[in-house]
């Protein structure tokens, strides 16, 4: 073994089970790495003091995992990002970590996030923003950043992250890896604080499709804990697929140029290229309703959130300010200090789209849409095996530079909300590097590729074949590669 | 004015007797420690989903099937956003729209639905309680948090407060025959809201309403709905209007009192939850719910008096299914005599025996056998034993058992067949008290009693005493 | 759009203060994203089935089987101040 950091979390894997790698040696090597966080990405790292007893695992086999702060792990500091729980260390711990633990992987750490995943950028966290890997003046996407960061800036082989309304793909695409959000339902959602119940979905952030499938392998099952999990029927197996013959994948043809940057449509055309060299065939498929995900996004999302973080009150657990007044004076000191201000806005936004006289024109609107873009997928996908975007409509912007205005910030959704909204499979792999608009060094750029529900294996051997095709091996400065 | 004239409906909320919580595996219990039976469900802490009770399901389906409901073939869960510290989610989950049990009925009141929720925690105000600061406080005991609850709703189908206790008594009566409640009242395992508004009589459209909590006895909820009619009336009477409003029922004063409630509190903003998928029940689930039904207490009543009972001896067999069984049995056994009569022995001189001998239980559990009381009523309704024997017999009955037959030779209580030794007694009685005897000549019938009286005593009630006014009627 | 009036009655309803300043940012903010979202409103979906779920489950329920529930400490453990075994809030009374 010359350097143990630079295998893929499947070549570790396969390295411990054949007996050639020290499971002890190689996660004490990533503990030292993850140690080495510059980017302000780990919000807790298991140095092995007395929290770690809390989440020891049976055997190590797994590669060691970074763990997005929105995961309860039990006896261990779980903040989802907000200053609300700062301090709180939850009695239970939640399904998606367990199965880890029980494949025998250790976890390395929390990684620092959006406040209850809402956000693009994770300049949204009460504990400040991750740097992105890459270029420290910008963002690394949100709100699964620093889980993205983690696996870009070498400080975790793999992690986990949630996507809501492409928090895992975003993050992915701004930091040059792979980036899994599986069907709503294919993973149990038992234990991951919620942001919006009906969207949120546990997915993988890996450096290759096939540490994703390996991770997606572990991850997925029907929970007896969540009534709305289903799982993978037949589990998850490694991609083997070479090319894409036979394969067809569909643009929207509602894809306007003006959504976004040139740098990124260069590299969606050179991949499109790529997918015809390997075999592969572009169709143009029409998703009439998609235009409207983000103001249905926006509706649904806040208005299950405002209802999630009412548990939020100052009474049973975390923070309480404001205790020596009467209940409802003690109720809105504790959320308004405990919150901050997206979060706020989301709850106000969602709190007036549920109250009376608004809830079917926002609500029950926004639910009809969504039902819309479902049948707009179905149709599509009649047609063709996949649907292909960009993942994200730019590279990653500027720390602050969307900060003060909300709506622009949202709008870095456009691509992979649609997804989101109808529950189906995407994954978002690096495609090539681009300049950002306004110039500076070449950024990572994503593309996504988007199945039917529960298509996830098709989703992953194609993934892999493209990947393979492309070939993406540049990595952040100070990284090689 | 045209006489107003009362509108009520009720809300009723009953606890389920299942082993656990509605959508965690936390037991359920009553009056233990404070914050035992919690777990990070039913304290909602971050990131936990809930799974409803198969059971809870079960139960709901057989009350919906009790009431006559329509079952929906597909319903589901909505969220009731409101903050309250024995809320932890700060929302219940209810029904919304769509409730698991529609339009039933029950008596002569209709059922507006029935649906399935999670009850809140308790809480109990305390004052400074050694602090420095603050204005009291609560501590709140989620043990109840969460308890599988099935919301009763009323069409506004009752006319009074008496007529709506006593329809309460029957829902109660007939969820405790389910077996699916404790139903009690005290311990709030059935809790009871009354909507309640007046009109002029004869009028279609309905008064506004005001709803009454906390009447935690069926007496305390007559009392209630009679005080809150009585202050509507006046205040209609008087020109006024009733305001909407929820008032709180003071069992002390027996006074209602009204809950301001902060006018956003009512925007409970509902929204189907996400965290649950519906429920469809199974034609499995559906007819077993059917067949679990026991005879009912409507039914019950309803078969008693084509049998000829009176409606109030029907009523207390139905509301005591032990007991009706019992007189169901003795019925059979005692051929020859009418039901009518028997019903009469059981609720009548068998329970006032079994009262005076302060007996536990009821005459199930007694020592008087169906055959042997019925062997009883016989004889008394074949006059081989006087009244006032038969209840002697049934005295000794109760106390030691037996059969009556054998108590009655034992007892010598057989009624005298032999009319010439009475006749001796009756000549005696009359001799030893003249001045009746004079009174009857001259046409006071009262005065009868006195000699009938003092024959009974010498004869230890043996007598007939159609016989013995026969014999006195024959001497004058 | 939304009215000042409104957003401090929805603030109310979420039970979050807001500072003067708040309030104003709020306006301006929640105004340009509903004027965005209110695109929706104009749409004919007239007999679209609403869609509040993704997944094509029913009953999926649990066996009335009681599961261990946490020991009173650790459920009173992150309490901001338990009393007496229970979880502690001030008095709604003193409104
Ligand atoms: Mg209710
Ligand atoms: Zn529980």
Redesign the pocket.
């Given at each position: 073994m010359t350097d143990l950091l630079a295998l893929t979390a499947l070549e570790a894997h396969e390295a411990m089970v054949a007996g050639d790698l020290d499971a002890g040696e190689y996660t004490a090597a990533w503990r030292e790495a993850a140690a080495g966080d510059e980017l302000n990405a780990y919000l807790w790292r298991d140095e092995g003091g007395e929290e770690a007893g809390a989440i020891a695992v049976e055997r190590d086999c797994i590669a060691p995992i970074a763990v997005k702060d929105i995961f309860c792990t039990e006896g261990v500091p779980t903040t989802a990002g907000s200053r609300i729980l700062e301090g709180y260390r939850p009695p239970y711990t939640s399904t998606a970590v367990r199965k880890l633990l029980e494949a025998g992987a250790p976890v390395l750490g929390k990684t620092n996030m959006d406040e209850f995943a809402m956000g693009s950028s994770n300049e949204n966290s009460a504990y400040g923003p991750v740097l992105n890997p890459w270029d420290r003046g910008r963002v690394p996407g949100g709100s699964s950043g620093g889980s993205a960061a983690v696996v870009a800036g070498g400080l975790a082989p793999w992690a986990i992250g949630t996507d809501t309304g492409g928090s895992i793909r975003q993050p992915a695409a701004f930091c040059g890896i792979v980036g899994l959000k599986p069907t709503y339902g294919a993973i149990s959602r038992y234990g991951m604080i919620a942001f919006a119940s009906s969207l949120d979905q546990c997915g993988p952030l890996t450096r290759t499709v096939s540490d994703a499938a390996l991770l997606l392998g572990i991850l997925q099952g029907k929970d007896p804990c969540d009534s709305t999990s289903v799982g993978l029927e037949g589990g998850v197996a490694l991609p083997g697929r070479e090319d894409l013959s036979g394969l067809r994948f569909g643009v929207p043809a509602e894809l306007g140029h003006d959504e976004y940057d040139s740098g990124v449509r260069a590299v969606f055309e050179a991949t499109l290229e790529k997918i015809e060299e390997l075999g592969g065939e572009i169709a143009e498929v029409s998703l009439p309703s998609s235009e409207h995900g983000i103001s249905a996004y926006y509706v649904i999302a806040p208005a299950e959130a405002s209802s999630n973080l009412a548990r939020y009150d100052g009474v049973r657990y975390g923070m309480r300010a404001g205790g020596d007044g009467d209940l409802i004076e003690m109720y809105e000191t504790t959320r308004s200090e405990g919150f901050g201000a997206e979060v706020k806005r989301r709850i106000m936004l969602g709190t007036y789209a549920l109250s009376s006289g608004y809830y079917e024109a926002y609500y029950g609107q926004a639910q009809k849409v969504r039902t819309r873009i479902a049948e707009d997928f179905e149709g599509a996908f009649s047609g063709v095996d996949f649907v292909v975007t960009p993942t994200a409509p730019s590279v990653a912007f500027g720390l602050g530079e969307k900060t003060d205005d909300p709506l622009a910030m949202y709008l870095n959704d456009f691509f992979t909300v649609p997804m989101s909204l109808a529950g189906i499979p995407a994954i978002s792999i690096p495609a090539g590097l681009a300049e950002p608009e306004g110039g500076g060094p070449q950024l990572p750029v994503g593309f996504q590729i988007a199945a039917p529900a529960f298509a996830e294996q098709r989703l992953l051997d194609a993934a892999h074949a493209l990947e393979q095709g492309i070939g993406f091996d540049a990595r952040p400065e100070g990284l090689g590669g | 004015m045209a006489e107003l004239e009362a509108v009520i409906g009720l809300?009723i909320?009953v606890q389920l007797a299942t082993k656990t919580k509605m959508f965690c595996g936390c037991e359920l219990s009553f009056g233990d420690e404070p914050n035992v039976h919690t777990c990070p469900i039913c304290l909602a802490h971050p990131g936990v989903l809930p799974v409803p009770n198969e059971q809870a399901i079960r139960y709901a389906l057989q009350i919906g099937a009790a009431l006559n409901c329509e079952i929906a073939p597909r319903s589901i869960f909505h969220r009731?956003n409101y903050f309250y510290p024995d809320s932890p989610k700060a929302y219940?989950i209810?029904q919304y729209d769509i409730p698991i049990c529609g339009a039933g009925r029950l008596g002569d009141v209709r059922i507006h639905r029935a649906?399935l929720?999670e009850d809140a925690a308790k809480m109990i105000h305390v004052g400074e309680s050694g602090r420095i600061h603050g204005s009291g406080a609560s501590l709140v005991d989620f043990n109840r948090g969460g308890t599988p609850?099935v919301?009763i709703v009323t069409e506004p189908d009752l006319r009074g407060a008496a007529e709506a206790a006593n329809w309460a008594r029957l829902l109660r009566e007939t969820v405790r025959q389910l077996g699916v409640s404790d139903v009690n009242m005290e311990e709030g395992s059935l809790r009871v809201d009354a909507n309640v508004s007046v009109r002029p009589a004869g009028s279609e459209e309905l008064g506004t309403k005001t709803e009454l909590k906390n009447m935690n006895s069926f007496r305390f909820l007559q009392r209630g709905v009679e005080a809150e009619l009585a202050r509507q009336r006046e205040l209609v009477e008087a020109g006024g209007t009733v305001e909407q409003e929820t008032l709180h029922f003071d069992p002390a004063s027996g006074s209602l009192t009204s809950l301001r409630l902060k006018e956003e509190a009512h925007d409970y903003r509902y929204f189907p939850e996400p965290d649950l998928v519906p429920l469809a029940p199974t034609a499995e689930m559906l007819r077993e719910a059917c067949e679990s039904l026991p005879e009912l207490p409507v039914a019950r009543i309803a078969r008693y008096e084509e049998m000829g009972l009176a409606h109030d001896v029907a009523l207390t067999l139905a509301t005591g299914p032990e007991t009706a069984d019992y007189f169901e049995r003795t019925a059979a056994a005692a051929d020859g005599v009418e039901a009518k009569v028997v019903g009469n022995w059981v609720t009548g001189e068998l329970a006032a025996a079994l009262r005076q001998a302060n007996a536990e239980g009821g005459a199930a559990s007694s020592k008087v056998s169906p055959e042997s009381l019925a062997a009883l009523v016989a004889l008394v309704q074949a006059k081989k034993i006087s009244h006032g024997s038969g209840k002697t017999v049934l005295g000794i009955m109760v106390a030691e058992g037996g059969d009556p037959a054998a108590i009655v030779e034992r007892e010598g209580l057989a009624q005298m067949s032999d009319s010439g030794e009475l006749e001796a007694i009756v000549e005696k009685a009359m001799a030893d008290n003249p001045d009746a005897v004079e009174k009857i000549r001259e046409g006071n019938g009262k005065a009868i009693g006195a000699i009938v009286g003092a024959v009974m005593r010498e004869t230890k009630g043996r007598a007939d005493g159609g016989e013995v006014n026969r014999l006195i009627q024959e001497k004058l | 759009m939304i009215e000042r009036e409104q957003v401090l009655h929805v603030a109310r309803l979420a039970r979050l203060r807001l500072s003067e300043q708040e309030v104003e940012t709020m306006v301006g903010e929640l105004s340009g994203i509903l004027d965005h979202v209110d695109r929706i409103g104009n749409l004919d979906l007239e007999g679209v089935e609403p869609t509040s779920h993704v997944v094509a489950l029913e009953n999926v329920l649990r066996a009335d089987e009681p599961r261990p529930s946490l020991p009173r400490d650790v459920a009173l453990a992150p309490a901001p101040e338990p009393q007496d075994g229970a979880f502690r809030a001030p008095s709604p009374q003193a409104e």
């Open positions: - | 809300e909320h009731k219940q209810s649906h929720e609850l919301e | -």
